[in-house]
């Protein structure tokens, strides 16, 4: 991408200071420019976008972006985020022109003040650590039908072996409209069920989840029209469990996992990279991270005042490790 570090000035620079490599902050060594954004200073952001798919809408998604973006297509506004943590995304359908289009994204950082800032300080040292501003974590552009799913909710009963799917629809459903759910463990499809709404899925002899036996399991959720035909169709996962509490034999509570008592042992994790500062520098180093912890024992760990990128949880359900948020 081009960046660009100006005044706070509402116009787009007319210079550019030259690329920064996304989703890396512009004060990390691993985004290629290394230098620190200061209170009074915006960060402008540019690249080029493909044009509209025929029959498609396009949603631009955010990960994660410190702290206020504001968000044009073509020099139309498409929306603002704020708050440095949080994905967010926009349908750009309607600004998208054939042949080519320009993204623009401006983000404003106080890193002190009254904002959500976590160990970030301006002039770090001790505890506090080097600030972030922009884009640090994944920017990905999606292509979905007009009706499509944009979220999934679960709930389970692990006494019961049942899983419950609540499949979230962009608009209104369509007359007949079903939600079928396939569930599969080690590749092997053990359940599925279709219904309205949110559909109950019985799994056979279920596999619960411990750190010890972490058993995920894959879920393709299908929005099916009246003639059964998918309208569009995403792939997840979930584990069965149940975290909750209970008093020991003198009275004293503990944590509880699928009913049986359960001691959690793991490290504060602050989440800081050398080379990335808040973004990790690959999804492989997510995974050295988690996988080093539990070999040397632990089955937890404490995220300190940070919300990571969405797949480091997904790394710790698949290999097994609690998470303290």
């Not at 402008?44 to 998604?61: E, F």
């Not at 079903?178 to 899925?201: D, Y």
């Not at 792939?235 to 020991?248: F, M, P, Q, T």
């Not at 359960?262 to 050295?288: E, K, R």
């Amino acid at each position: 991408w081009s960046y660009a570090v100006a005044g706070k000035e509402e116009t787009p620079p007319r210079q550019w200071a030259g690329n920064i490599l996304v989703p890396f902050c512009p004060e990390s060594n691993l985004s290629g420019v290394g230098r620190l954004i200061e209170p009074d200073q915006t960060l402008w952001y540019k690249r080029a976008l493909p044009g509209p798919v025929q029959g498609k809408r396009t949603i631009l998604n955010f990960e994660a972006v410190d702290y206020e973006a504001t968000v044009w297509v073509d020099g139309q506004k498409v929306g603002s985020h704020r708050g440095g943590f949080t994905p967010f995304s926009f349908d750009i359908t309607k600004a998208l022109k054939a042949g080519g289009n320009e993204l623009l994204v401006r983000v404003d950082d106080a890193t002190e003040g009254f904002q959500l800032h976590g160990k970030q300080k301006l002039q770090p040292g001790g505890i506090w650590y080097t600030r972030v501003t922009g884009i640090w974590q994944t920017v990905w552009l999606e292509t979905v039908p007009e009706r499509f799913i944009h979220d999934l909710d679960f709930t389970c009963d692990i006494k019961a072996g049942t899983l419950r799917v609540e499949a979230k629809g962009s608009g209104p459903a369509a007359a007949g409209e079903q939600v079928r759910v396939t569930a599969s463990l080690g590749g092997k499809k053990v359940a599925s069920a279709e219904g309205a709404g949110a559909v109950a899925v019985t799994i056979p002899e279920p596999k619960l989840w411990t750190p010890a036996t972490p058993s995920p399991y894959d879920l393709k959720v299908e929005l099916v029209d009246a003639q059964g035909k998918a309208i569009d169709e995403v792939a997840s996962y979930v584990a069965l469990r149940e975290y909750g509490k209970a008093r020991d034999a003198n009275g004293h509570l503990r944590f509880t996992l699928n009913g049986a008592p359960i001691f959690h042992w793991g490290p504060l994790d602050q989440g800081w990279w050398p080379d990335g500062l808040l973004t990790p520098p690959s999804d492989a180093a997510m995974c050295s991270d988690i996988e080093f912890l539990k070999a040397a024992g632990f089955n937890m760990i404490r995220k300190h005042i940070k919300v990571e990128p969405r797949r480091y949880y997904h790394h710790c359900d698949r290999l097994g490790m609690m998470m303290w948020q």
